[in-house]
């Protein structure tokens, strides 16, 4: 299992706070003693903790009772369900995790993350619903829908299962832009350096067969492209030689590689999907290349249907028989759902 990123991040009351919570929710207990922290900082050490752990999905929240002469108060967690329900849950979560950890256990590092990432595109799907599970493992794993931060928890619950080192990170809302809520994905480690993974983009972008991975090992410069700063410390994302188009010899500097793939593409029946890195990708740019894409394809009897995902400069392309009704679509990556503030409800003192 990945070590405990956030707890890592605490001084040591903080730490102190961490462990007791970790302790007293494993044990399901209605009420224990947390040192006394402002009700705030009690709330954030929650959240971070239950990003360590996401086996720790059945906590909704928080109240404290206070003494005023004591040194600690005491913490009285939400629970999502009873405890027995909970055992349930908790049961068939780790024997769920275990059954797909296990074809993967032999894999390589970069393998390994691949599988986990495909099993979500293929098996999960957005949750428009906004259901409470949606924001932890059981929503993904239990029930094949989620939103961001329910993904971000099972990528890692996944990810520590097979060893490989992985965090949950969290970005704010940005209002001015449009971004309504904050939004959830991971950082993993892969050959000694870090990268960004956003399964629930590529999850977004993919489908009917075809699964994406234009959020796939990116580097800080790409992913800040369109994700807001993250906001609490985490590792710098600094290489981007392990960004998957790239690895896969599809990521294209000039037009004419361009066309030589899209005549590969057209023998082998299936769409292409590539980045471009000849440049900017500006309208003009992209118009170039659209119209490189549809007379390529017309060679052949063939017209192209082009998607592009802007902001990382991948284009997807299938080749019909008649011509589309929109030769050119912008795509835009799902922005996820709303990962919950850290909540908490004081009680009047003892």
């Known amino acids: 299992m990945s070590e405990p990123?956030?707890?890592?991040?605490?001084?040591?009351?903080?730490?102190?706070?961490?462990?007791?919570?970790?302790?007293?929710?494993?044990?399901?207990?209605?009420?224990?003693?947390?040192?006394?922290?402002?009700m705030e900082e009690l709330g954030q050490i929650l959240f971070q903790l239950r990003l360590d752990h996401p086996e720790i999905f059945y906590v909704t929240g928080f109240s404290c009772r206070v003494?005023?002469?004591?040194?600690?108060?005491?913490?009285?967690?939400?629970?999502?369900?009873?405890?027995?329900?909970?055992?349930?849950?908790?049961?068939?979560?780790?024997?769920?995790?275990?059954?797909l950890?296990?074809?993967?256990m032999d894999k390589s590092e970069v393998e390994k993350e691949r599988y986990i990432h495909d099993f979500i595109c293929q098996n999960v799907r957005y949750d428009k619903l906004?259901?409470?599970?949606?924001?932890?493992?059981?929503?993904?794993?239990?029930q094949g829908v989620s939103v961001c931060e329910g993904i971000a928890k099972a990528v890692k619950?996944?990810?520590?299962?097979?060893?490989?080192?992985?965090?949950?990170?969290?970005?704010?809302?940005?209002p001015d832009k449009g971004i309504r809520y904050r939004h959830a994905w991971n950082i993993v480690r892969i050959g000694g350096q870090y990268y960004h993974l956003v399964a629930t983009f590529d999850n977004s972008l993919g489908g009917d067969g075809v699964i994406r991975y234009d959020?796939?090992?990116l580097d800080d410069k790409k992913i800040f492209r369109d994700h807001e700063p993250i906001l609490t410390?985490?590792?710098?994302?600094?290489?981007g030689d392990r960004f998957f188009y790239r690895e896969q010899k599809l990521s294209f500097t000039k037009q004419e590689e361009v066309g030589r793939r899209v005549l590969q593409a057209i023998r082998k029946k299936k769409p292409l999907i590539f980045h471009w890195r000849g440049g900017y990708l500006t309208r003009d740019v992209l118009g170039e290349l659209v119209a490189?894409?549809?007379?390529?394809?017309?060679?052949?009897?063939?017209?192209?249907?082009?998607?592009?995902?802007?902001?990382?400069?991948?284009?997807?392309?299938?080749?019909?028989?008649?011509?589309?009704g929109s030769a050119l679509t912008p795509q835009q990556a799902n922005e996820g759902e709303d990962t919950p503030a850290p909540l908490g409800d004081p009680l009047p003192p003892l």
């Open 5 to 38: 990123w956030y707890l890592r991040q605490l001084d040591k009351e903080g730490q102190a706070a961490y462990h007791a919570m970790k302790t007293g929710l494993a044990e399901l207990r209605p009420a224990f003693p947390v040192p006394r922290l402002e």
């Open 67 to 99: 003494h005023p002469a004591a040194s600690t108060v005491e913490f009285l967690p939400q629970y999502l369900f009873d405890k027995g329900k909970i055992r349930e849950h908790q049961r068939a979560m780790s024997a769920r995790i275990a059954k």
């Open 101 to 104: 950890a296990r074809p993967a």
């Open 130 to 142: 906004k259901k409470p599970y949606s924001h932890e493992i059981l929503g993904p794993l239990g």
């Open 157 to 174: 619950a996944l990810c520590d299962a097979l060893g490989l080192w992985c965090i949950v990170v969290i970005s704010e809302n940005n």
């Open 215 to 217: 959020y796939f090992n």
């Open 233 to 239: 410390h985490a590792p710098a994302c600094t290489q």
């Open 292 to 324: 490189l894409l549809e007379r390529t394809a017309q060679e052949k009897g063939l017209h192209a249907q082009v998607k592009v995902n802007w902001p990382q400069a991948v284009l997807q392309v299938s080749f019909l028989p008649q011509p589309p």
